[in-house]
Structures are given as C-alpha cells and as structure tokens.
C-alpha cells in the first residue's frame, strides 16, 4: 500500500481572538498546528501501513514554514514527506489548491489511498478532499469514521461514512481518496527517538516546476473564487443573567422561552 | 502573479494592518509594514490601511466566456430516507429572492430513481422549472452518478448560480461538481446577496472557526457561481401547492458498472432526533461528570422532542459517542434553542453553536465564557437545575 496524507499548517484558532476597540483580529501569540483532522488522517494511514504494510508519504502545500507540520509527522512515523510550496501557489482557493495537490500525487505516482482530513479548521470548507480526488480520477469517500476492511489483493476498500442520521457503510474500488472525521482513530504522540529524527531531517521542497503544474491554474492565478471582503462577525450581544432563586429563575425562563413560540 | 505592494513612504507606521491580517503574513520592520509569505492576498489590510499605502496587484483576467449564455438560478434537491431536506427548501426560498433581483428563473434538479413527490414539493415551494434524471443508479445517493448527472445538466443548461446545502450529501457532492466543471465553489455560506452593479453573487461565509466572515465573488471567467448553504440560516418559504412548474427529464449518461462504490448497508443513529434538523439541542459537558450525567438531560430532551449534544470534554471522556459532539472538531449547529448544560464555552465548543439563535447557559461557574454568548445564563448546578426545567415545561405543555 502506499499511502499519501495531505496535511495543512494552521493557526490554533484557540487564541485568535477579537480586539473589541477596532474589531479586528488578535494574532499576536497564534501558533501554528497541525489541522486537527489531519492527525487523524496521519495516523490512519500509519495503522494501515502497520496492517497492510506500504509507505506513508505526507505533503503539505503552505509556506516554507509549514514544514513544521511535516516534522511532526516524520516524527510519529511518516516514512517521507515533502513540502510543496512556491510562491506561485499563493492565494489558492479551494481549486487550485487541489489540482496542485492532485499534481503532487500524481508525481509521487503509484499510489493506493489518499487520506484527509474532513476538513482544516481555518477554512473550514471540505472541499479539498473531493477535489483532488476528482482532480486524480478517484472515487472519494469522505467523512469516513472507520475503514472496515481493506484488501490489498482485489483493489478494494470498505468504511463506514458519519452522516447526520447515522453510518453508511459503503465499498469503493483502489486508488481511492478517503476524507476522516475525529472518531477514526487516537493520533499517537511521536517518540524521542522520533523527535530527534524529525529534527535532523532535511525536508525536500517541491515547487511548481518540480511537480510541473500549469501555473495558469495555481494559487490567485488558477482560483475561480477570491476575496471581496473580510469582516468581524457582530457580536453575540451579551447575555441576560437570570438570579435569584430558582424555583423563581426557572419559571421566568420558561416563559422567556415560551414567549419565542419555538416550542411546541 | 499577484502582488502585495505597500508604499514605504505612505505608510505610517499605525499597525492597523498587522491585526487585520487573518494570516499573520505582516509584521513592523524599522517603523514600516512589511509582508512575507504567508500572504494570501485576501486584501483585509488593504481595507483597513487608513493611508492607503497598501495596494494588491492582481492579474487582470481576460472574460473569456460569455457571461449572458448563463442564466437561472438552479437549487439542488436533496433527499434522503424518502425526505427532502428542509434546507432544500430554505434555498428555493433564499434563491427565489436572487432570481427576483437577477429577473431570471428558479429552478431545482433532483436524482433519484423515481422523484415524483419530491419535484411536486420543490415545485410548492417556488421552482418555476424542475431539471429531473431518474434511474435505478441514483437510488442511493453517491458521488459518482450524482456528479455525473450535476455536471451534464449543468453543462447543458448553464445555470448562473447553482446552490447546494451544506450537509454531508451536499458537501460530499458540490466539490466533485465545481472540480470537474473548473467553477468556483464557496463553502457553508450564511449570506448571500447580489452585486446591485455587476450583478455578480456575493456569498458571505465564517472562516477560522466563525472568528472572521468572509465575502467571496467569482470571477467573472467561471461560472456557474456555486455555493454551498448551512442549513437553518434562512426560513423555510411558504408552500403553496397549488403553483405550477415545467418539469424537463433528462437521462442519466451513467450505467451501474461505471459506478466505482457501492453502498452496502445502513446504519441508523440510535438517537431519534437528530443534530442537524433539532430545533431544540440540550448539550452536556464536563460538569455533566459521567455517561450517567446525561439522564436528566435526555429527560428534558424527551420533553421538548430535541437533540442531545456534547463538549468535545464529554466525548473525549467516552461519555458519549462522538456523533453528538458539537464544536470545531464535531459538528456545526443552529438550533432555535440550545441548552449548555455544564459547559464552560470554549471557543472551540462555541464554533459549533454560537450562531443558535438562543443559548441558555447553565453552569456552577459564574466566570464561565459560556455566559458571555448566552442569551439567557442560569448559575447552578445542572443537576438541580435541568430538571427543574423539564418539570417546569411538562406543566405548561401538559406532557
């Protein structure tokens, strides 16, 4: 099995917070991490390799200090990464940041699985995934909370998919581009001797040549889509404290509640 | 390629645009704004630069198409368990106001193997025009035929605008649609409006878990502009079964064999009400303190036929299973109301819910965040609290 897992850099929206006096953005002390999802899709292809044997490739496309993210992977046990990122790429939307991921694959070639995250926490669209699952010509199975069963043999993969009213159990032909939620599986922390390893590393870089992408249709260049505006979401107006004793506080809120008419 | 230009001479040294960056690609150099790589040419700093030293020089791009070829407004009808999806519904009410101000009509499409309730219910609800593809392939929604048939109407009839909703199917489906047609595709929109000028669509979206809005245009050389809704953002239009509509069927180029999945088996939640469509949710936290801790809180949900939801700190405790976590590692919800019971109100956990449009709060923590975003916040322990409220409602309601 050779396995890619796509992996973005991501400022820890844990500490992006709002200046209340010019409504804007605090990033003063953000740190980077690695998109949570993206562990998860890390480890999954780790327990597939440790099960079906193969390699772990991990990519990133960000700027040069996303390698940090690929350190870590290397770190719990990716057998190569690389860092796709050029100048070039910068200000991809959804579309270009697929096909150049699509690219990426494709030069690495050979491969079985594709795994992602459901999604990064900073953009929060989804849509990378079925993207360069589309972009490689693979069936894709997104928000996969298990893989039932793989065989390596017939080409063919079985997951059970989360939706909103319960899992669909479904069996895709390989190669194939799975997108995981949280539930799939523990991300495993990285051992020393894993840190040391990651820390000596050299991680190659890939740019646009390198993976010969149509720089007509990377990053502002090749997106669709692009930014008209960014803006402070109105602020939840802050709330109405009910005190006193309850057996006087819970009634009132009933009929706060009530008055809304939402109940029925 | 784009560039970021600030003018050294310009600039005053204020900062102001070193906050607004949401990519913390500016820093101060020697008293003067400087950018680096991180850049992604939003243009945040551009807009709030009070000098305007700050310029961004993109490429002009030729119009290569030709944009009066596109028309109409087209709502895709999703279905599910023999359901449409209310957000379905939502969009054709939401999209009747785009086609009114655009002077172009609302049209659905629907897949399925036989969709004849379902194109009667879009049309009650405002479609003027139904695109339909009917086949024993579609029965089950899956990516390969449904994309499959999106893209060969689409490129057949060239909507304008073509809205998704938000939810599994939606998302699952939309990427593959706008990917293999080149469109732009703007995800989990909560605002969409049109361009009085350009008549453009202008989809305005949460970024960093709901920290930032964001409004994103199209460029005029791709269309159809297309978007994905979160569900419950707008009103459920009014029905009116007695509007008419045409319905045009079209056959689906797709035969079972090219069908790379198969869908084996389903599993259904053990819970009846489900996250996503609840308009009440009742969460639980840590101060929930155990899986037995949730009982009074299934107890008030028994009562309000709501949803039962969970912190990541209750799942992660195995309290719960993951399905019910809501937040930015779990799922995004807009209930009517949404109860957080023992909460305390990360803004991870807030990423998930604050858009509810009323959050009750309890919790034994005066001090705890959850109380700054609750529209009503009761200090108490859950425990005494959450069934004094479930008794409070069987009394009014007569349960």
């Known amino acids: ?264 | 390629m784009a560039k970021l230009i600030i003018d050294a001479e310009t600039c005053t040294g204020c900062e102001s645009c070193i906050s607004a960056c949401p990519f913390g690609a500016l820093s101060m150099k020697e008293g003067i704004a400087v950018v680096d790589d991180k850049c992604t040419f939003c243009g945040a700093c551009v807009d709030v630069c009070p000098v305007t030293a700050i310029t961004l020089e993109k490429d002009e791009k030729a119009v290569t198409i030709d944009l009066g070829a596109y028309k109409d407004v087209w709502i895709f009808i999703e279905h599910e368990q023999g359901k449409v999806s209310n957000v379905s519904f939502e969009l054709l009410g939401e999209g009747r106001k785009l086609a009114n101000v655009l002077g172009c009509k609302l049209c659905g499409m629907i897949f399925g193997e036989s969709v004849d309730p379902f194109l009667k219910e879009a049309i009650a609800y405002g479609a003027e025009k139904v695109f339909v593809m009917e086949s024993p392939v579609l029965r089950h929604y899956r990516t390969d035929p449904y994309a499959c048939a999106a893209v060969n109407l689409i490129r057949k009839y060239k909507p304008e605008i073509v809205l998704f909703g938000a939810t599994t199917q939606g998302r699952d489906f939309a990427g593959t649609v706008a990917t293999t047609l080149g469109a732009g595709l703007t995800a989990d929109c909560t605002g969409l409006e049109i361009d009085p000028e350009t008549k453009y669509l202008k989809q305005t979206r949460p970024a960093f878990g709901g920290n930032i809005m964001a409004t994103i245009l199209d460029y005029p050389n791709y269309r159809p502009q297309m978007s994905t809704v979160r569900p419950k953002v707008f009103p459920m239009p009014a029905r009116d079964d007695s509007r008419k509509g045409e319905v045009i069927r079209e056959p689906l180029p797709m035969t079972e064999d090219q069908v790379r999945t198969r869908v084996l088996e389903f599993l259904k939640g053990a819970e009846g009400v489900n996250l996503i469509d609840a308009e009440i949710i009742i969460s639980g936290g840590r101060g929930v303190g155990g899986a037995d801790g949730f009982k009074p809180l299934r107890e008030l949900a028994a009562t309000l036929k709501a949803a039962i939801g969970a912190s990541r700190a209750a799942v992660d405790s195995g309290w719960i299973p993951y399905e019910h976590q809501v937040g930015q590692t779990g799922r995004t919800v807009r209930p009517k109301i949404y109860f957080a019971c023992g909460i305390s109100g990360s803004i991870q956990h807030q990423a998930g819910m604050k858009t509810s449009d009323i959050i009750v709060a309890i919790n034994k923590d005066p001090e705890a965040p959850i109380f700054k975003i609750a529209t009503f916040g009761i200090v108490g322990d859950l425990f005494t609290v959450v069934p004094m409220i479930a008794q409070e409602f069987k009394k009014r309601l007569g349960r």
């Open chain 1, 1 to 264: 099995m050779k396995i890619v897992v796509c992996v973005k850099q991501v400022p820890d929206t844990t500490d992006v917070k709002i200046n209340p006096e010019t409504n804007t953005l605090i990033r003063e002390g953000v740190a980077s991490i690695t998109n949570p999802f993206d562990e998860f899709a890390t480890e999954e292809a780790l327990l597939t390799k440790e099960k079906y044997g193969g390699e772990v490739h991990v990519i990133s496309m960000g700027p040069p200090q996303a390698i940090e993210v690929l350190k870590n992977a290397l770190a719990v046990g990716a057998d190569k990464v690389y860092l796709v990122s050029d100048r070039a790429f910068a200000g991809a939307d959804t579309l270009a940041t697929a096909y150049t991921l699509a690219k990426t694959i494709e030069m690495i070639g050979n491969v079985d699985l594709v795994i992602c995250g459901k999604q990064a926490i900073d953009g929060d669209t989804a849509q990378v995934g079925p993207g360069v699952a589309t972009r490689l010509g693979f069936p894709q199975l997104t928000y996969v909370a298990k893989v039932r069963e793989i065989d390596v043999a017939k080409k063919r993969i079985v997951v059970e998919r989360m939706l909103e009213n319960g899992r669909e159990v479904v069996e895709s032909s390989l190669p194939a581009v799975i997108t995981v939620v949280k539930d799939i599986n523990e991300p495993r922390l990285p051992s020393l001797l894993g840190i040391k390893k990651a820390a000596k590393a050299q991680i190659p870089t890939l740019t646009a040549k390198d993976i010969g992408v149509d720089e007509n249709r990377t990053g502002l260049k090749g997106s669709p889509t692009w930014v008209w505006k960014i803006f402070s979401p109105e602020a939840r107006g802050g709330g109405e404290m009910l005190t006193g004793e309850l057996t006087d506080v819970v009634p009132l809120l009933i009929t706060k509640l009530m008055d809304f008419k939402f109940i029925k």
